[in-house]
């Protein structure tokens, strides 16, 4: 049997606004193994931002476990969590979330940086993230010199800096027009490809038929495509 | 390396915030500039006041002859009351308060050496006169002493000035020379120490010989003082002083020591002690002005912080999801804060200097003194903003820090 890169156990996610409680997780089993591509669906308050957040370790469970390469997260450092997230997961948001102010060169360092790349390698490795999605010519443009299409390309570059296991992405053509989504859903078809674990919330037709298993949400619960037995 | 990195992080992150950077630098600037600024004019005006107080002698007061303005013990008013160098010495004798007392006598007199003439106002004094009024000698030379008093000696001692006009480039071997005073020799026995600030109700110090009052006298027939010099003892006033003197001569003459008109007084420590009280008021209003300018500053930076918290929070979010530790996004606060305060300080601090440096050039100097930098009170103000910099910083981004990434990214 395949190693489980992703292993949840009845995972809950409990809010609270003011005196009012809200489980937006009620009890998630999901399994995920080395290089597969799961396609999360579901409708719109059905947890899958909740679930993915909890996935990368943007945020933490209130109950079950998670286990992140056998190692159970929820006891980790915060240290231990900025770690992983920094080399472990990439993570490729619906809003992109580049830094407004920098460029795209310097929205891909960031990661780097913070994994202390020196100089050379990190300008190299810069270089060649841009060339892999396409923006070799952009690499000075700041993200209001950019199209919607160009600012997920470089979030995507920046999920991919310290080459990751694991790339984690929220309705990541949510924001774009069918042309650029296009090239983005390519994109992550190829990173597919050469062997990367995907997990990714869409409802793009081309991913969802690649796609190992698609998991669907409804009501802070999934379906049994999680596939935990 | 390590450091090297989160300093790269740190330059990336304030060339992308320029607008922001260059506020609160401003902020900084501006604050310590004043307060700078306030210090160094401050110093100066207080030093030049003092100055010119001390200049003339501390805690004295000069007496001038006067005539009686109220009857007193069947004597008529009109008297006229004009002490002599026996006045001088029975009040000496007598009184309490007194530390020195100088009668003091001067005109013009014609100085010659060689073929150098001048025209000088040369006056008669007792020797504690040169303590009182702080005429130091030169290296090498002396003040007119005890036996040149008792002796009637004919020698003098000379303002620097007149030293100089006299003497020219031989003014070094001038002392133990003769001169020539209204045609009579005197032995030149000292020349004053230049003072920075010597002028006095006579006209300027270095401008004025001074010889034994003995000599003065017997030269011009002369018994009455033109007026008399007294300092008080530290622990009295100049108005206790005054009172003991008007008493006592009161005594001797007959005048009511209350007559304002018997003799003239003026009182050098009233304008002293006015002058005290003004630049502590003065000091007090400095400070203020530095605390309400410190608080206004600080709630500039502080503001500045938190226009930018939503912005902030959302970097913070976007870093800590891309790997960033607490540590590091605190220690690129502390940074960023430093760094600008130390900037902002610095330049506040030189373009303050600057001032300083230029204004003395435009004149002025008696009034308003030298200004001086005040070096450690200036670098007080940079650490006290760089405090409230931080404070203002470093909470907010604390907060932010402590969240989970994802809700940093949704809280604004
Ligand atoms: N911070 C929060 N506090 C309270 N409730 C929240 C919070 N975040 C999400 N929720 C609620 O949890 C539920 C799930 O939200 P989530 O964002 O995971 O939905 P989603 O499936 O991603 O929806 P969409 O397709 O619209 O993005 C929603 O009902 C939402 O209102
Ligand atoms: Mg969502």
Known sequence: MAHNVIYMKQVKKRYQTGQVFFDALRGIDLRVEQGELIAVVGPSGSGKSTLMNIMGCLDVPTGGVYKLDDKVVNTLTSNQLADIRNKKIGFVFQAFNLLPYATAYENVEVPLLFARVSGKKRRERVHELLARVGLADKMANKPTEMSGGEMQRVAIARALANEPDIILADEPTGNLDSKSGGAIVKLFEELHDSGKTIVMITHDKSIAERAQRVVRLKDGLNDTNGDLS | ?412
């Not at chain 2, 530390?99 to 025209?119: C, H, V, W, Y």
């Not at chain 2, 009052?213 to 030269?219: E, I, L, P, R």
């Not at chain 2, 540590?327 to 303050?352: K, P, Y």
């Not at chain 2, 200097?353 to 204004?359: T, W």
């Open chain 2, 1 to 412: 390396m390590n450091v090297f990195l989160s300093i790269k992080q740190f330059f990336n992150d304030l060339r992308r915030q320029k607008l922001r950077s260059i506020m609160t630098m401003f902020g900084i600037f501006w604050g310590t500039c004043s307060i700078v600024l306030l210090l160094a004019f401050g110093t100066g005006i207080t030093e030049a006041q003092l100055k010119s107080q001390k200049g003339m002698g501390e805690n004295i007061i000069i007496i001038w002859p006067g005539i009686t303005a109220k009857e007193f013990k069947g004597l008529p008013k009109g008297r006229r009351i004009r002490p002599t160098d026996d006045d001088v010495n029975y009040i000496k004798e007598r009184a309490t308060t007194i530390a020195r007392i100088a009668p003091e006598n001067g005109r013009n007199m014609n100085l010659k050496f060689g073929r150098q003439l001048t025209s000088r106002n040369v006056m008669g004094v007792w020797p504690e006169y040169g303590i009182m009024r702080n005429l130091i000698p030169q290296m090498g030379s002396r003040f007119i002493n005890q036996l040149d008093l008792d002796n009637r000696r004919r020698v003098i001692f000379l303002g620097n000035l007149v030293a100089d006009q006299l003497f020219g480039d031989s003014v070094s071997t001038a002392v133990g020379r003769e001169i020539l005073v209204n045609g009579l020799p005197y032995t030149v026995v000292g020349i004053m120490k230049e003072k920075e600030q010597d002028s006095s109700y006579r006209g300027r110090d270095s401008r004025m010989g001074f010889i034994p009052n003995s000599v003065y006298q017997a030269m011009f027939s002369e018994r009455y003082s033109d007026d008399i010099v007294a300092q008080c003892k530290p622990q009295f006033t100049g108005e206790i002083m005054r009172q003991e003197i008007l008493r006592i001569l009161g005594e001797k003459y007959k005048f009511d020591p209350t007559d304002v008109g018997a003799l003239s007084v003026w009182d050098t420590t009233e304008g002293f002690a006015f002058l005290k009280n003004f630049f502590y008021a003065f000091s007090g209003f400095l400070v203020a002005v530095g605390i309400a300018t410190l608080i206004t500053g600080g709630i500039g930076v502080t503001n500045i912080m938190n226009v930018v918290l939503e912005e902030r929070t959302k970097e913070i979010g976007i870093k800590m999801a891309l790997g960033a530790r607490k540590s590091s996004i605190l220690l690129q606060f502390v940074l960023e804060t430093l760094f600008i305060t130390a900037v902002g300080g610095l330049l506040g601090l030189m373009f303050g200097a600057l001032i300083v440096k230029i204004v003395p050039m435009m004149g002025g100097e008696e009034f308003i003194g030298v200004p001086r930098l005040n070096l450690w009170g200036s670098m007080g103000v940079i650490v006290i903003l760089g405090i409230v910099g931080l404070i203002a910083g470093i909470f907010p981004a604390r907060r932010a820090a402590n969240l989970q990434p994802v809700q940093a990214l949704k809280l604004f």
